[in-house]
Nanobody
Framework: HVQLVESGGASVQAGGSLSLSCTSS??????MAWFRQAPGAEREGVAR?????????????HYADSVKGRFTISRDNAGNTLSLQMTSLQPEDTAMYYC?????????????????????WGQGTQVTVS
């Protein structure tokens, strides 16, 4: 059983920075990601990272084009914390941000972010950029 708890969401001004955290408890997963959902929009993938340290893909990251160069995903295995460092935030980054995890490596494969490949989700943390 794995539980994910996000934190760090806040209201910030455009151009500002924010760091989100996701603490996990329970079994170690293989792939973790951040998704976001803006009001009236579908949930979309933001960034993902391969967290299985026994695999050669360990540490491999992938970003949505809209956040490349601005967001950084990282994982502190010792602390079981997934982070999302966000810089140069824009109003279009306003959304509920969700942490997600999967025991399957397929979650971290391919160019697209497949929401259906992630079976473990947090409750979300709100980011508002104005």
């Amino acid at each position: 059983h794995v539980q994910l708890v996000e934190s760090g969401g806040a209201s910030v001004q455009a151009g500002g920075s924010l760091s989100l955290s996701c603490t996990s408890s329970g079994y170690e997963t293989t792939c973790m990601a951040w998704f976001r959902q803006a009001p009236g929009a579908e949930r979309e993938g933001v960034a993902r990272i391969y967290v299985d340290s026994s695999n050669s893909y360990y540490g491999t990251t992938h970003y949505a084009d809209s956040v490349k160069g601005r967001f950084t995903i990282s994982r502190d295995n010792a602390g079981n914390t997934l982070s999302l460092q966000m810089t140069s935030l824009q109003p279009e980054d306003t959304a509920m941000y969700y942490c997600a995890a999967t025991f399957s490596g397929f979650g971290c494969f391919g160019e697209d972010f497949r929401e259906d490949r992630f079976g473990i989700w947090g409750q979300g943390t709100q980011v508002t950029v104005s």
